[in-house]
């Protein structure tokens, strides 16, 4: 196991040393997708199906019925991310099949 030892930083270092604080370290960790094929951007900025029938109660508004329209369009969201990748795929598997004849026929 190894220690760390992390020195104040900042316009009261000085002081915070002196008074022996508490020294916090933070990571910030960010996930960019950078210009999504135009589909699965759509089904990303569409959202959630909006509730189309308040049952109020406990679970406030939605309730279990909005929590299964919720999954349903999840599952049709994950049925179309499959297709793009599907798609992906076959184009990819023809590029590969087309290199594959050039590489040969220039030998």
């Given at each position: 196991m190894a220690?760390?030892?992390?020195?104040?930083?900042?316009?009261d270092a000085e002081g915070q040393r002196e008074r022996r604080e508490e020294i916090i370290s933070q990571n910030?960790?960010?996930?960019?997708l950078?210009?999504?094929?135009?589909?699965?951007?759509?089904i990303l900025t569409s959202g959630p199906p909006v509730p189309t029938s308040g049952t109020g109660g406990k679970e406030g508004k939605g309730g279990r019925g909005m929590e299964v329209e919720v999954v349903d369009?999840?599952?049709?969201?994950?049925?179309e991310v499959d297709k793009l990748v599907e798609k992906e795929r076959e184009k990819l598997a023809e590029k590969e099949k087309e290199m594959e004849v050039d590489g040969k026929g220039k030998k």
């Amino acid at each position: 196991m190894a220690s760390l030892k992390m020195h104040p930083y900042g316009p009261d270092a000085e002081g915070q040393r002196e008074r022996r604080e508490e020294i916090i370290s933070q990571n910030y960790e960010e996930v960019l997708l950078n210009e999504p094929v135009e589909a699965f951007h759509n089904i990303l900025t569409s959202g959630p199906p909006v509730p189309t029938s308040g049952t109020g109660g406990k679970e406030g508004k939605g309730g279990r019925g909005m929590e299964v329209e919720v999954v349903d369009w999840l599952r049709e969201a994950m049925k179309e991310v499959d297709k793009l990748v599907e798609k992906e795929r076959e184009k990819l598997a023809e590029k590969e099949k087309e290199m594959e004849v050039d590489g040969k026929g220039k030998k």
